[in-house]
């Protein structure tokens, strides 16, 4: 009977991360990533005579995650189904203990990048059957200055550019051949650019900026610098330039940072912001767009409109923490995250990034493994 529970709690959560791929699928007018929802509730009964693994991510997120179902719950807003699916990606491991957290992590992250490489394909499959043969299925927009956006699965395509990037950096810690290392990053890369969107491409050189300006510093510093780290700094440089290099190829888009309106976003933003101080408009999207225009495509000033200042404040304390534990704390998930958070700078919405949530669950679940471990 053991086993087979942990089997089960097992299956469950590799089952949500097969769901990742399918976010904003919804082929009967719900999305199927909604089921995730309840594998999460699953695990939850299952391990309840367990103790809950009790972490500041878990005692931080809490408060905003309250903050934003009962603002939601007040305006009606349907952030309130994408914040529950959002936690449920976060805190599932909290309920494994570590001897289970240990066994899956290294299959989890290969689910994660078989997704991703899935989706890759997918969009690139639906550009050349588009371009060669005129056939169209899966999302596709039309906009100005000749640009197609290609999104397969995914209805925003700024967060599938993100989600296929923010694999790239796993693929050198679970493949060994250099040749599958090279064929699934240049996948993830082509699959990103097809997109048309270019936060992925953004997010991407400004990590290797950050990357590299960070490891300078150390390195003067402490006056050396390791072949590991100078490795993975070239990798990101070679990745950036191969990135603009397919932008430049596959994309119908021009290559520039153009704020694509966004400028005029952020300002209307803010207006709304000192509108409403406090409370913001409280996650109410109507409202928002019918008083205010487009939501903002930069994380901090969606948080500012959307939930004020008080709900500002209880974000930023836990997305610092998790930004703070990426940086320093942890190995594997190190990039994915910073990547991630670059590309924040750059899309609207949050709560129905679920491949985030995921990745801080992964985050968190290497900062556990690598303290119990180190402790043992």
């Known amino acids: ?25 919804d082929p009967l007018g719900v999305r199927v990533v909604a089921l995730s929802a309840l594998l999460f509730f699953v695990i939850s009964i299952f391990s309840i005579k367990r103790a809950i693994y009790i972490d500041k991510n878990l005692l931080l997120f809490i408060p905003s995650l309250l903050t934003v179902l009962v603002f939601s719950s007040i305006s009606g807003s349907k952030d309130v189904v994408s914040a529950i699916v959002f936690m449920s990606y976060l805190l599932p491991l909290n309920f494994f203990n570590y001897t289970r957290v240990r066994s899956i992590f290294k299959k989890s992250i290969f689910l994660y990048i078989v997704g991703a490489l899935f989706m890759a394909v997918g969009v690139i499959v639906q550009r050349i059957l588009f371009e060669k043969f005129g056939y169209e299925f899966g999302k596709i927009d039309f906009y100005g200055g000749n640009r197609i956006g290609f999104g397969f699965l995914w209805m925003d395509y700024s967060f599938l550019s993100l989600y296929l990037l923010t694999a790239l950096p796993m693929v050198f810690y679970f493949f060994k051949g250099m040749q599958i290392k090279v064929i699934i990053c240049a996948t993830l890369l082509v699959g990103s650019v097809v997109t048309t969107a270019r936060t992925g491409l953004a997010a991407l050189i400004i990590t290797s900026v950050f990357v590299m300006s960070f490891e300078f510093f150390k390195a003067t510093i402490k006056a050396k610098i390791t072949k590991k780290k100078l490795l993975v700094l070239c990798l990101f440089i070679l990745a950036s330039f191969l990135v603009v290099y397919f932008y430049v190829r596959f994309s119908s888009r021009e290559v520039g940072f153009g704020g694509s309106g966004r400028l005029i976003g952020y300002y209307l933003a803010l207006q709304s912001f000192f509108d409403n101080p406090i409370l913001g408009v409280m996650f109410d999207r109507g409202y928002y767009l019918s008083n205010y225009g487009t939501i903002p495509h930069n994380l901090f000033i969606y948080i500012l409109s959307q939930g004020g200042i008080f709900f500002f404040v209880l974000f930023f304390l836990w997305f610092s923490y998790v930004l703070y534990v990426a940086t320093f704390k942890v190995e594997v998930l190190r990039y994915p995250v910073i990547i991630a958070f670059f590309g924040f700078m750059f899309i609207p919405s949050f709560y129905s990034a679920y491949f985030f949530a995921l990745l801080v669950s992964f985050t968190m679940a290497e900062r556990r493994l690598l303290v119990v471990g180190h402790e043992r």
Do not use: E, H, Q, W
């Open 1 to 25: 009977m053991k086993s087979i529970k942990i089997s089960l709690l097992n299956s469950c959560f590799f089952v949500m991360i097969g769901l990742v791929p399918l976010s904003y699928f």
